[in-house]
C-alpha cells in the first residue's frame, strides 16, 4: 500500500525497494529517499505524507476487510505530521495562522521545564485542534483507500511479488 501511494502522489520521492523481511519493530519497508534537498514543507506535501504512511492500514482493509495493529507506528506518524500541520504551520483553516503548540513542542519533555504552565489556549481551541487533526487523517485515509481501489491490480502484483521474492 505505501508504495503504491508513492508511486501514484506528485510529490512524494520515488520509490527505490520494497521488502516485507521484518526489521526491528518493522515489518517491512517502503524506501523512498528524498531526490533532492528539501528546505522547506509544504500543506499538500505533507497530506501526501500522511497518505503513504496510512497505505499499509488502507491496504489491509481492503484485502482482508479487516486491520491489524502492524500499522501503529505509521499511525502515530501520521498523527504527528497533521498535528503539527494544525498546531505549529499554522495550516488549519479553522484556527488560522497562529502556533498553538508550546516552546518544545506540546509532547516533549525536559528537565527544569515548568510544569505549573499549561497549554496556552482553551479546552474549546483544543477540541477544534482534535478536530481539524482527525478531519486531515480522515481525509488522507480516505484518499489512500481511494487510490488503492483504483489501482488494485498493481496493489496485487506487488504482494504477490513480494511474496515470492520478499524484495521488489
Keep these: ?27 517491512g519497508y517502503t524506501l523512498n529517499p528524498p531526490v533532492e534537498d528539501k528546505y522547506s514543507v509544504y500543506k499538500n506535501e505533507l497530506k501526501e505524507d500522511i497518505a503513504m504512511l496510512l497505505g499499509g492500514r488502507a491496504a489491509e482493509e481492503i484485502v482482508f476487510g479487516d486491520v491489524s495493529g502492524g500499522a ?14 494544525v498546531t505549529v504551520y499554522g495550516m488549519s483553516e479553522a484556527l488560522g495562522t497562529i502556533r498553538y503548540a508550546g ?26 485542534i482534535d478536530e481539524e487533526v482527525r478531519s486531515i487523517i480522515n481525509n488522507c485515509y480516505e484518499r489512500c483507500k481511494q487510490i488503492l481501489t483504483e489501482n488494485i491490480d498493481k496493489l496485487h502484483f506487488v504482494a504477490e511479488f513480494l511474496l515470492k521474492n520478499e524484495i521488489m
Design 103 to 128: 516552546d518544545h513542542g506540546d509532547d516533549e519533555v525536559f528537565l527544569g521545564r515548568d510544569f505549573s504552565s499549561g497549554r496556552n489556549y482553551s479546552e474549546a481551541t483544543a477540541a477544534t
Design 72 to 85: 501503529s507506528n505509521d499511525i502515530q506518524r501520521a498523527t504527528k505530521i497533521a498535528r503539527d500541520m
Design 1 to 27: 500500500g505505501h508504495a503504491i501511494i508513492a508511486h501514484v502522489l506528485p510529490s512524494l520521492d520515488p520509490v527505490r525497494q520494497i521488502s516485507i523481511i521484518p526489521s526491528g519493530k518493522a515489518l
